[in-house]
C-alpha cells in the first residue's frame, strides 16, 4: 500500500523559511512524477509545485517562482520543498502527491496523496 507522510511543516513569521519533507513507501516511485500542493481555509486546493522522475524539470506555481524550491532524492524515495520569503499567503495546508510520468501542474493527474502538514506564516 502506498503511504505517503509529510513533515517540516510549522509556523514562521513572514519572510522566514521552512523546509517540507515527503517521504513514500509501499512502492518504487523514482520514475514517477512528484509534487506539492496546498489548501488554505475557505479555498481550493492548488498546485505549488512539480518534479519530473529524473529531477530534471521542475514546475512552479507562479505565486511561490523564485522563492520555493522543489527537489527529490529518488533513492530515499523522498521530495522536498525548500520554501523562502514566506508570507502570510502561503499559509495552508500543504499535500505531496505522486503522479504519472506526465502529471504536472494538475490535481487530477497525482493518484496519491499525502494526509498533509500545517504551514502558518504570520505577518
Known amino acids: 500500500q502506498v503511504q505517503l507522510v509529510e513533515s517540516g511543516g510549522g509556523l514562521s513569521q513572514a519572510g522566514g523559511s521552512l523546509r517540507l519533507s515527503c517521504t513514500a513507501s509501499?512502492?518504487?516511485?523514482?520514475?514517477?512524477?512528484m509534487g506539492w500542493f496546498r489548501q488554505a481555509p475557505g479555498k481550493e486546493r492548488e498546485f505549488v509545485a512539480g518534479?519530473?522522475?529524473?529531477?530534471?524539470?521542475?514546475y512552479y506555481a507562479d505565486s511561490v517562482k523564485g522563492r520555493f524550491t522543489i527537489s527529490r532524492e529518488n533513492t530515499k524515495n523522498t521530495v522536498y520543498l525548500q520554501m523562502n520569503s514566506l508570507k502570510p499567503e502561503d499559509t495552508a495546508v500543504y499535500y505531496c502527491?505522486?503522479?504519472?510520468?506526465?502529471?504536472?501542474?494538475?490535481?487530477?493527474?497525482?493518484?496519491?496523496w499525502g494526509q498533509g502538514t500545517q504551514v502558518t506564516v504570520s505577518s
Open positions: 518534479i519530473s522522475w529524473t529531477g530534471g524539470n521542475r
Open positions: 502527491a505522486i503522479g504519472g510520468y506526465k502529471s504536472t501542474y494538475y490535481a487530477y493527474e497525482y493518484d496519491y
Open positions: 509501499g512502492g518504487t516511485f523514482s520514475s514517477l512524477n
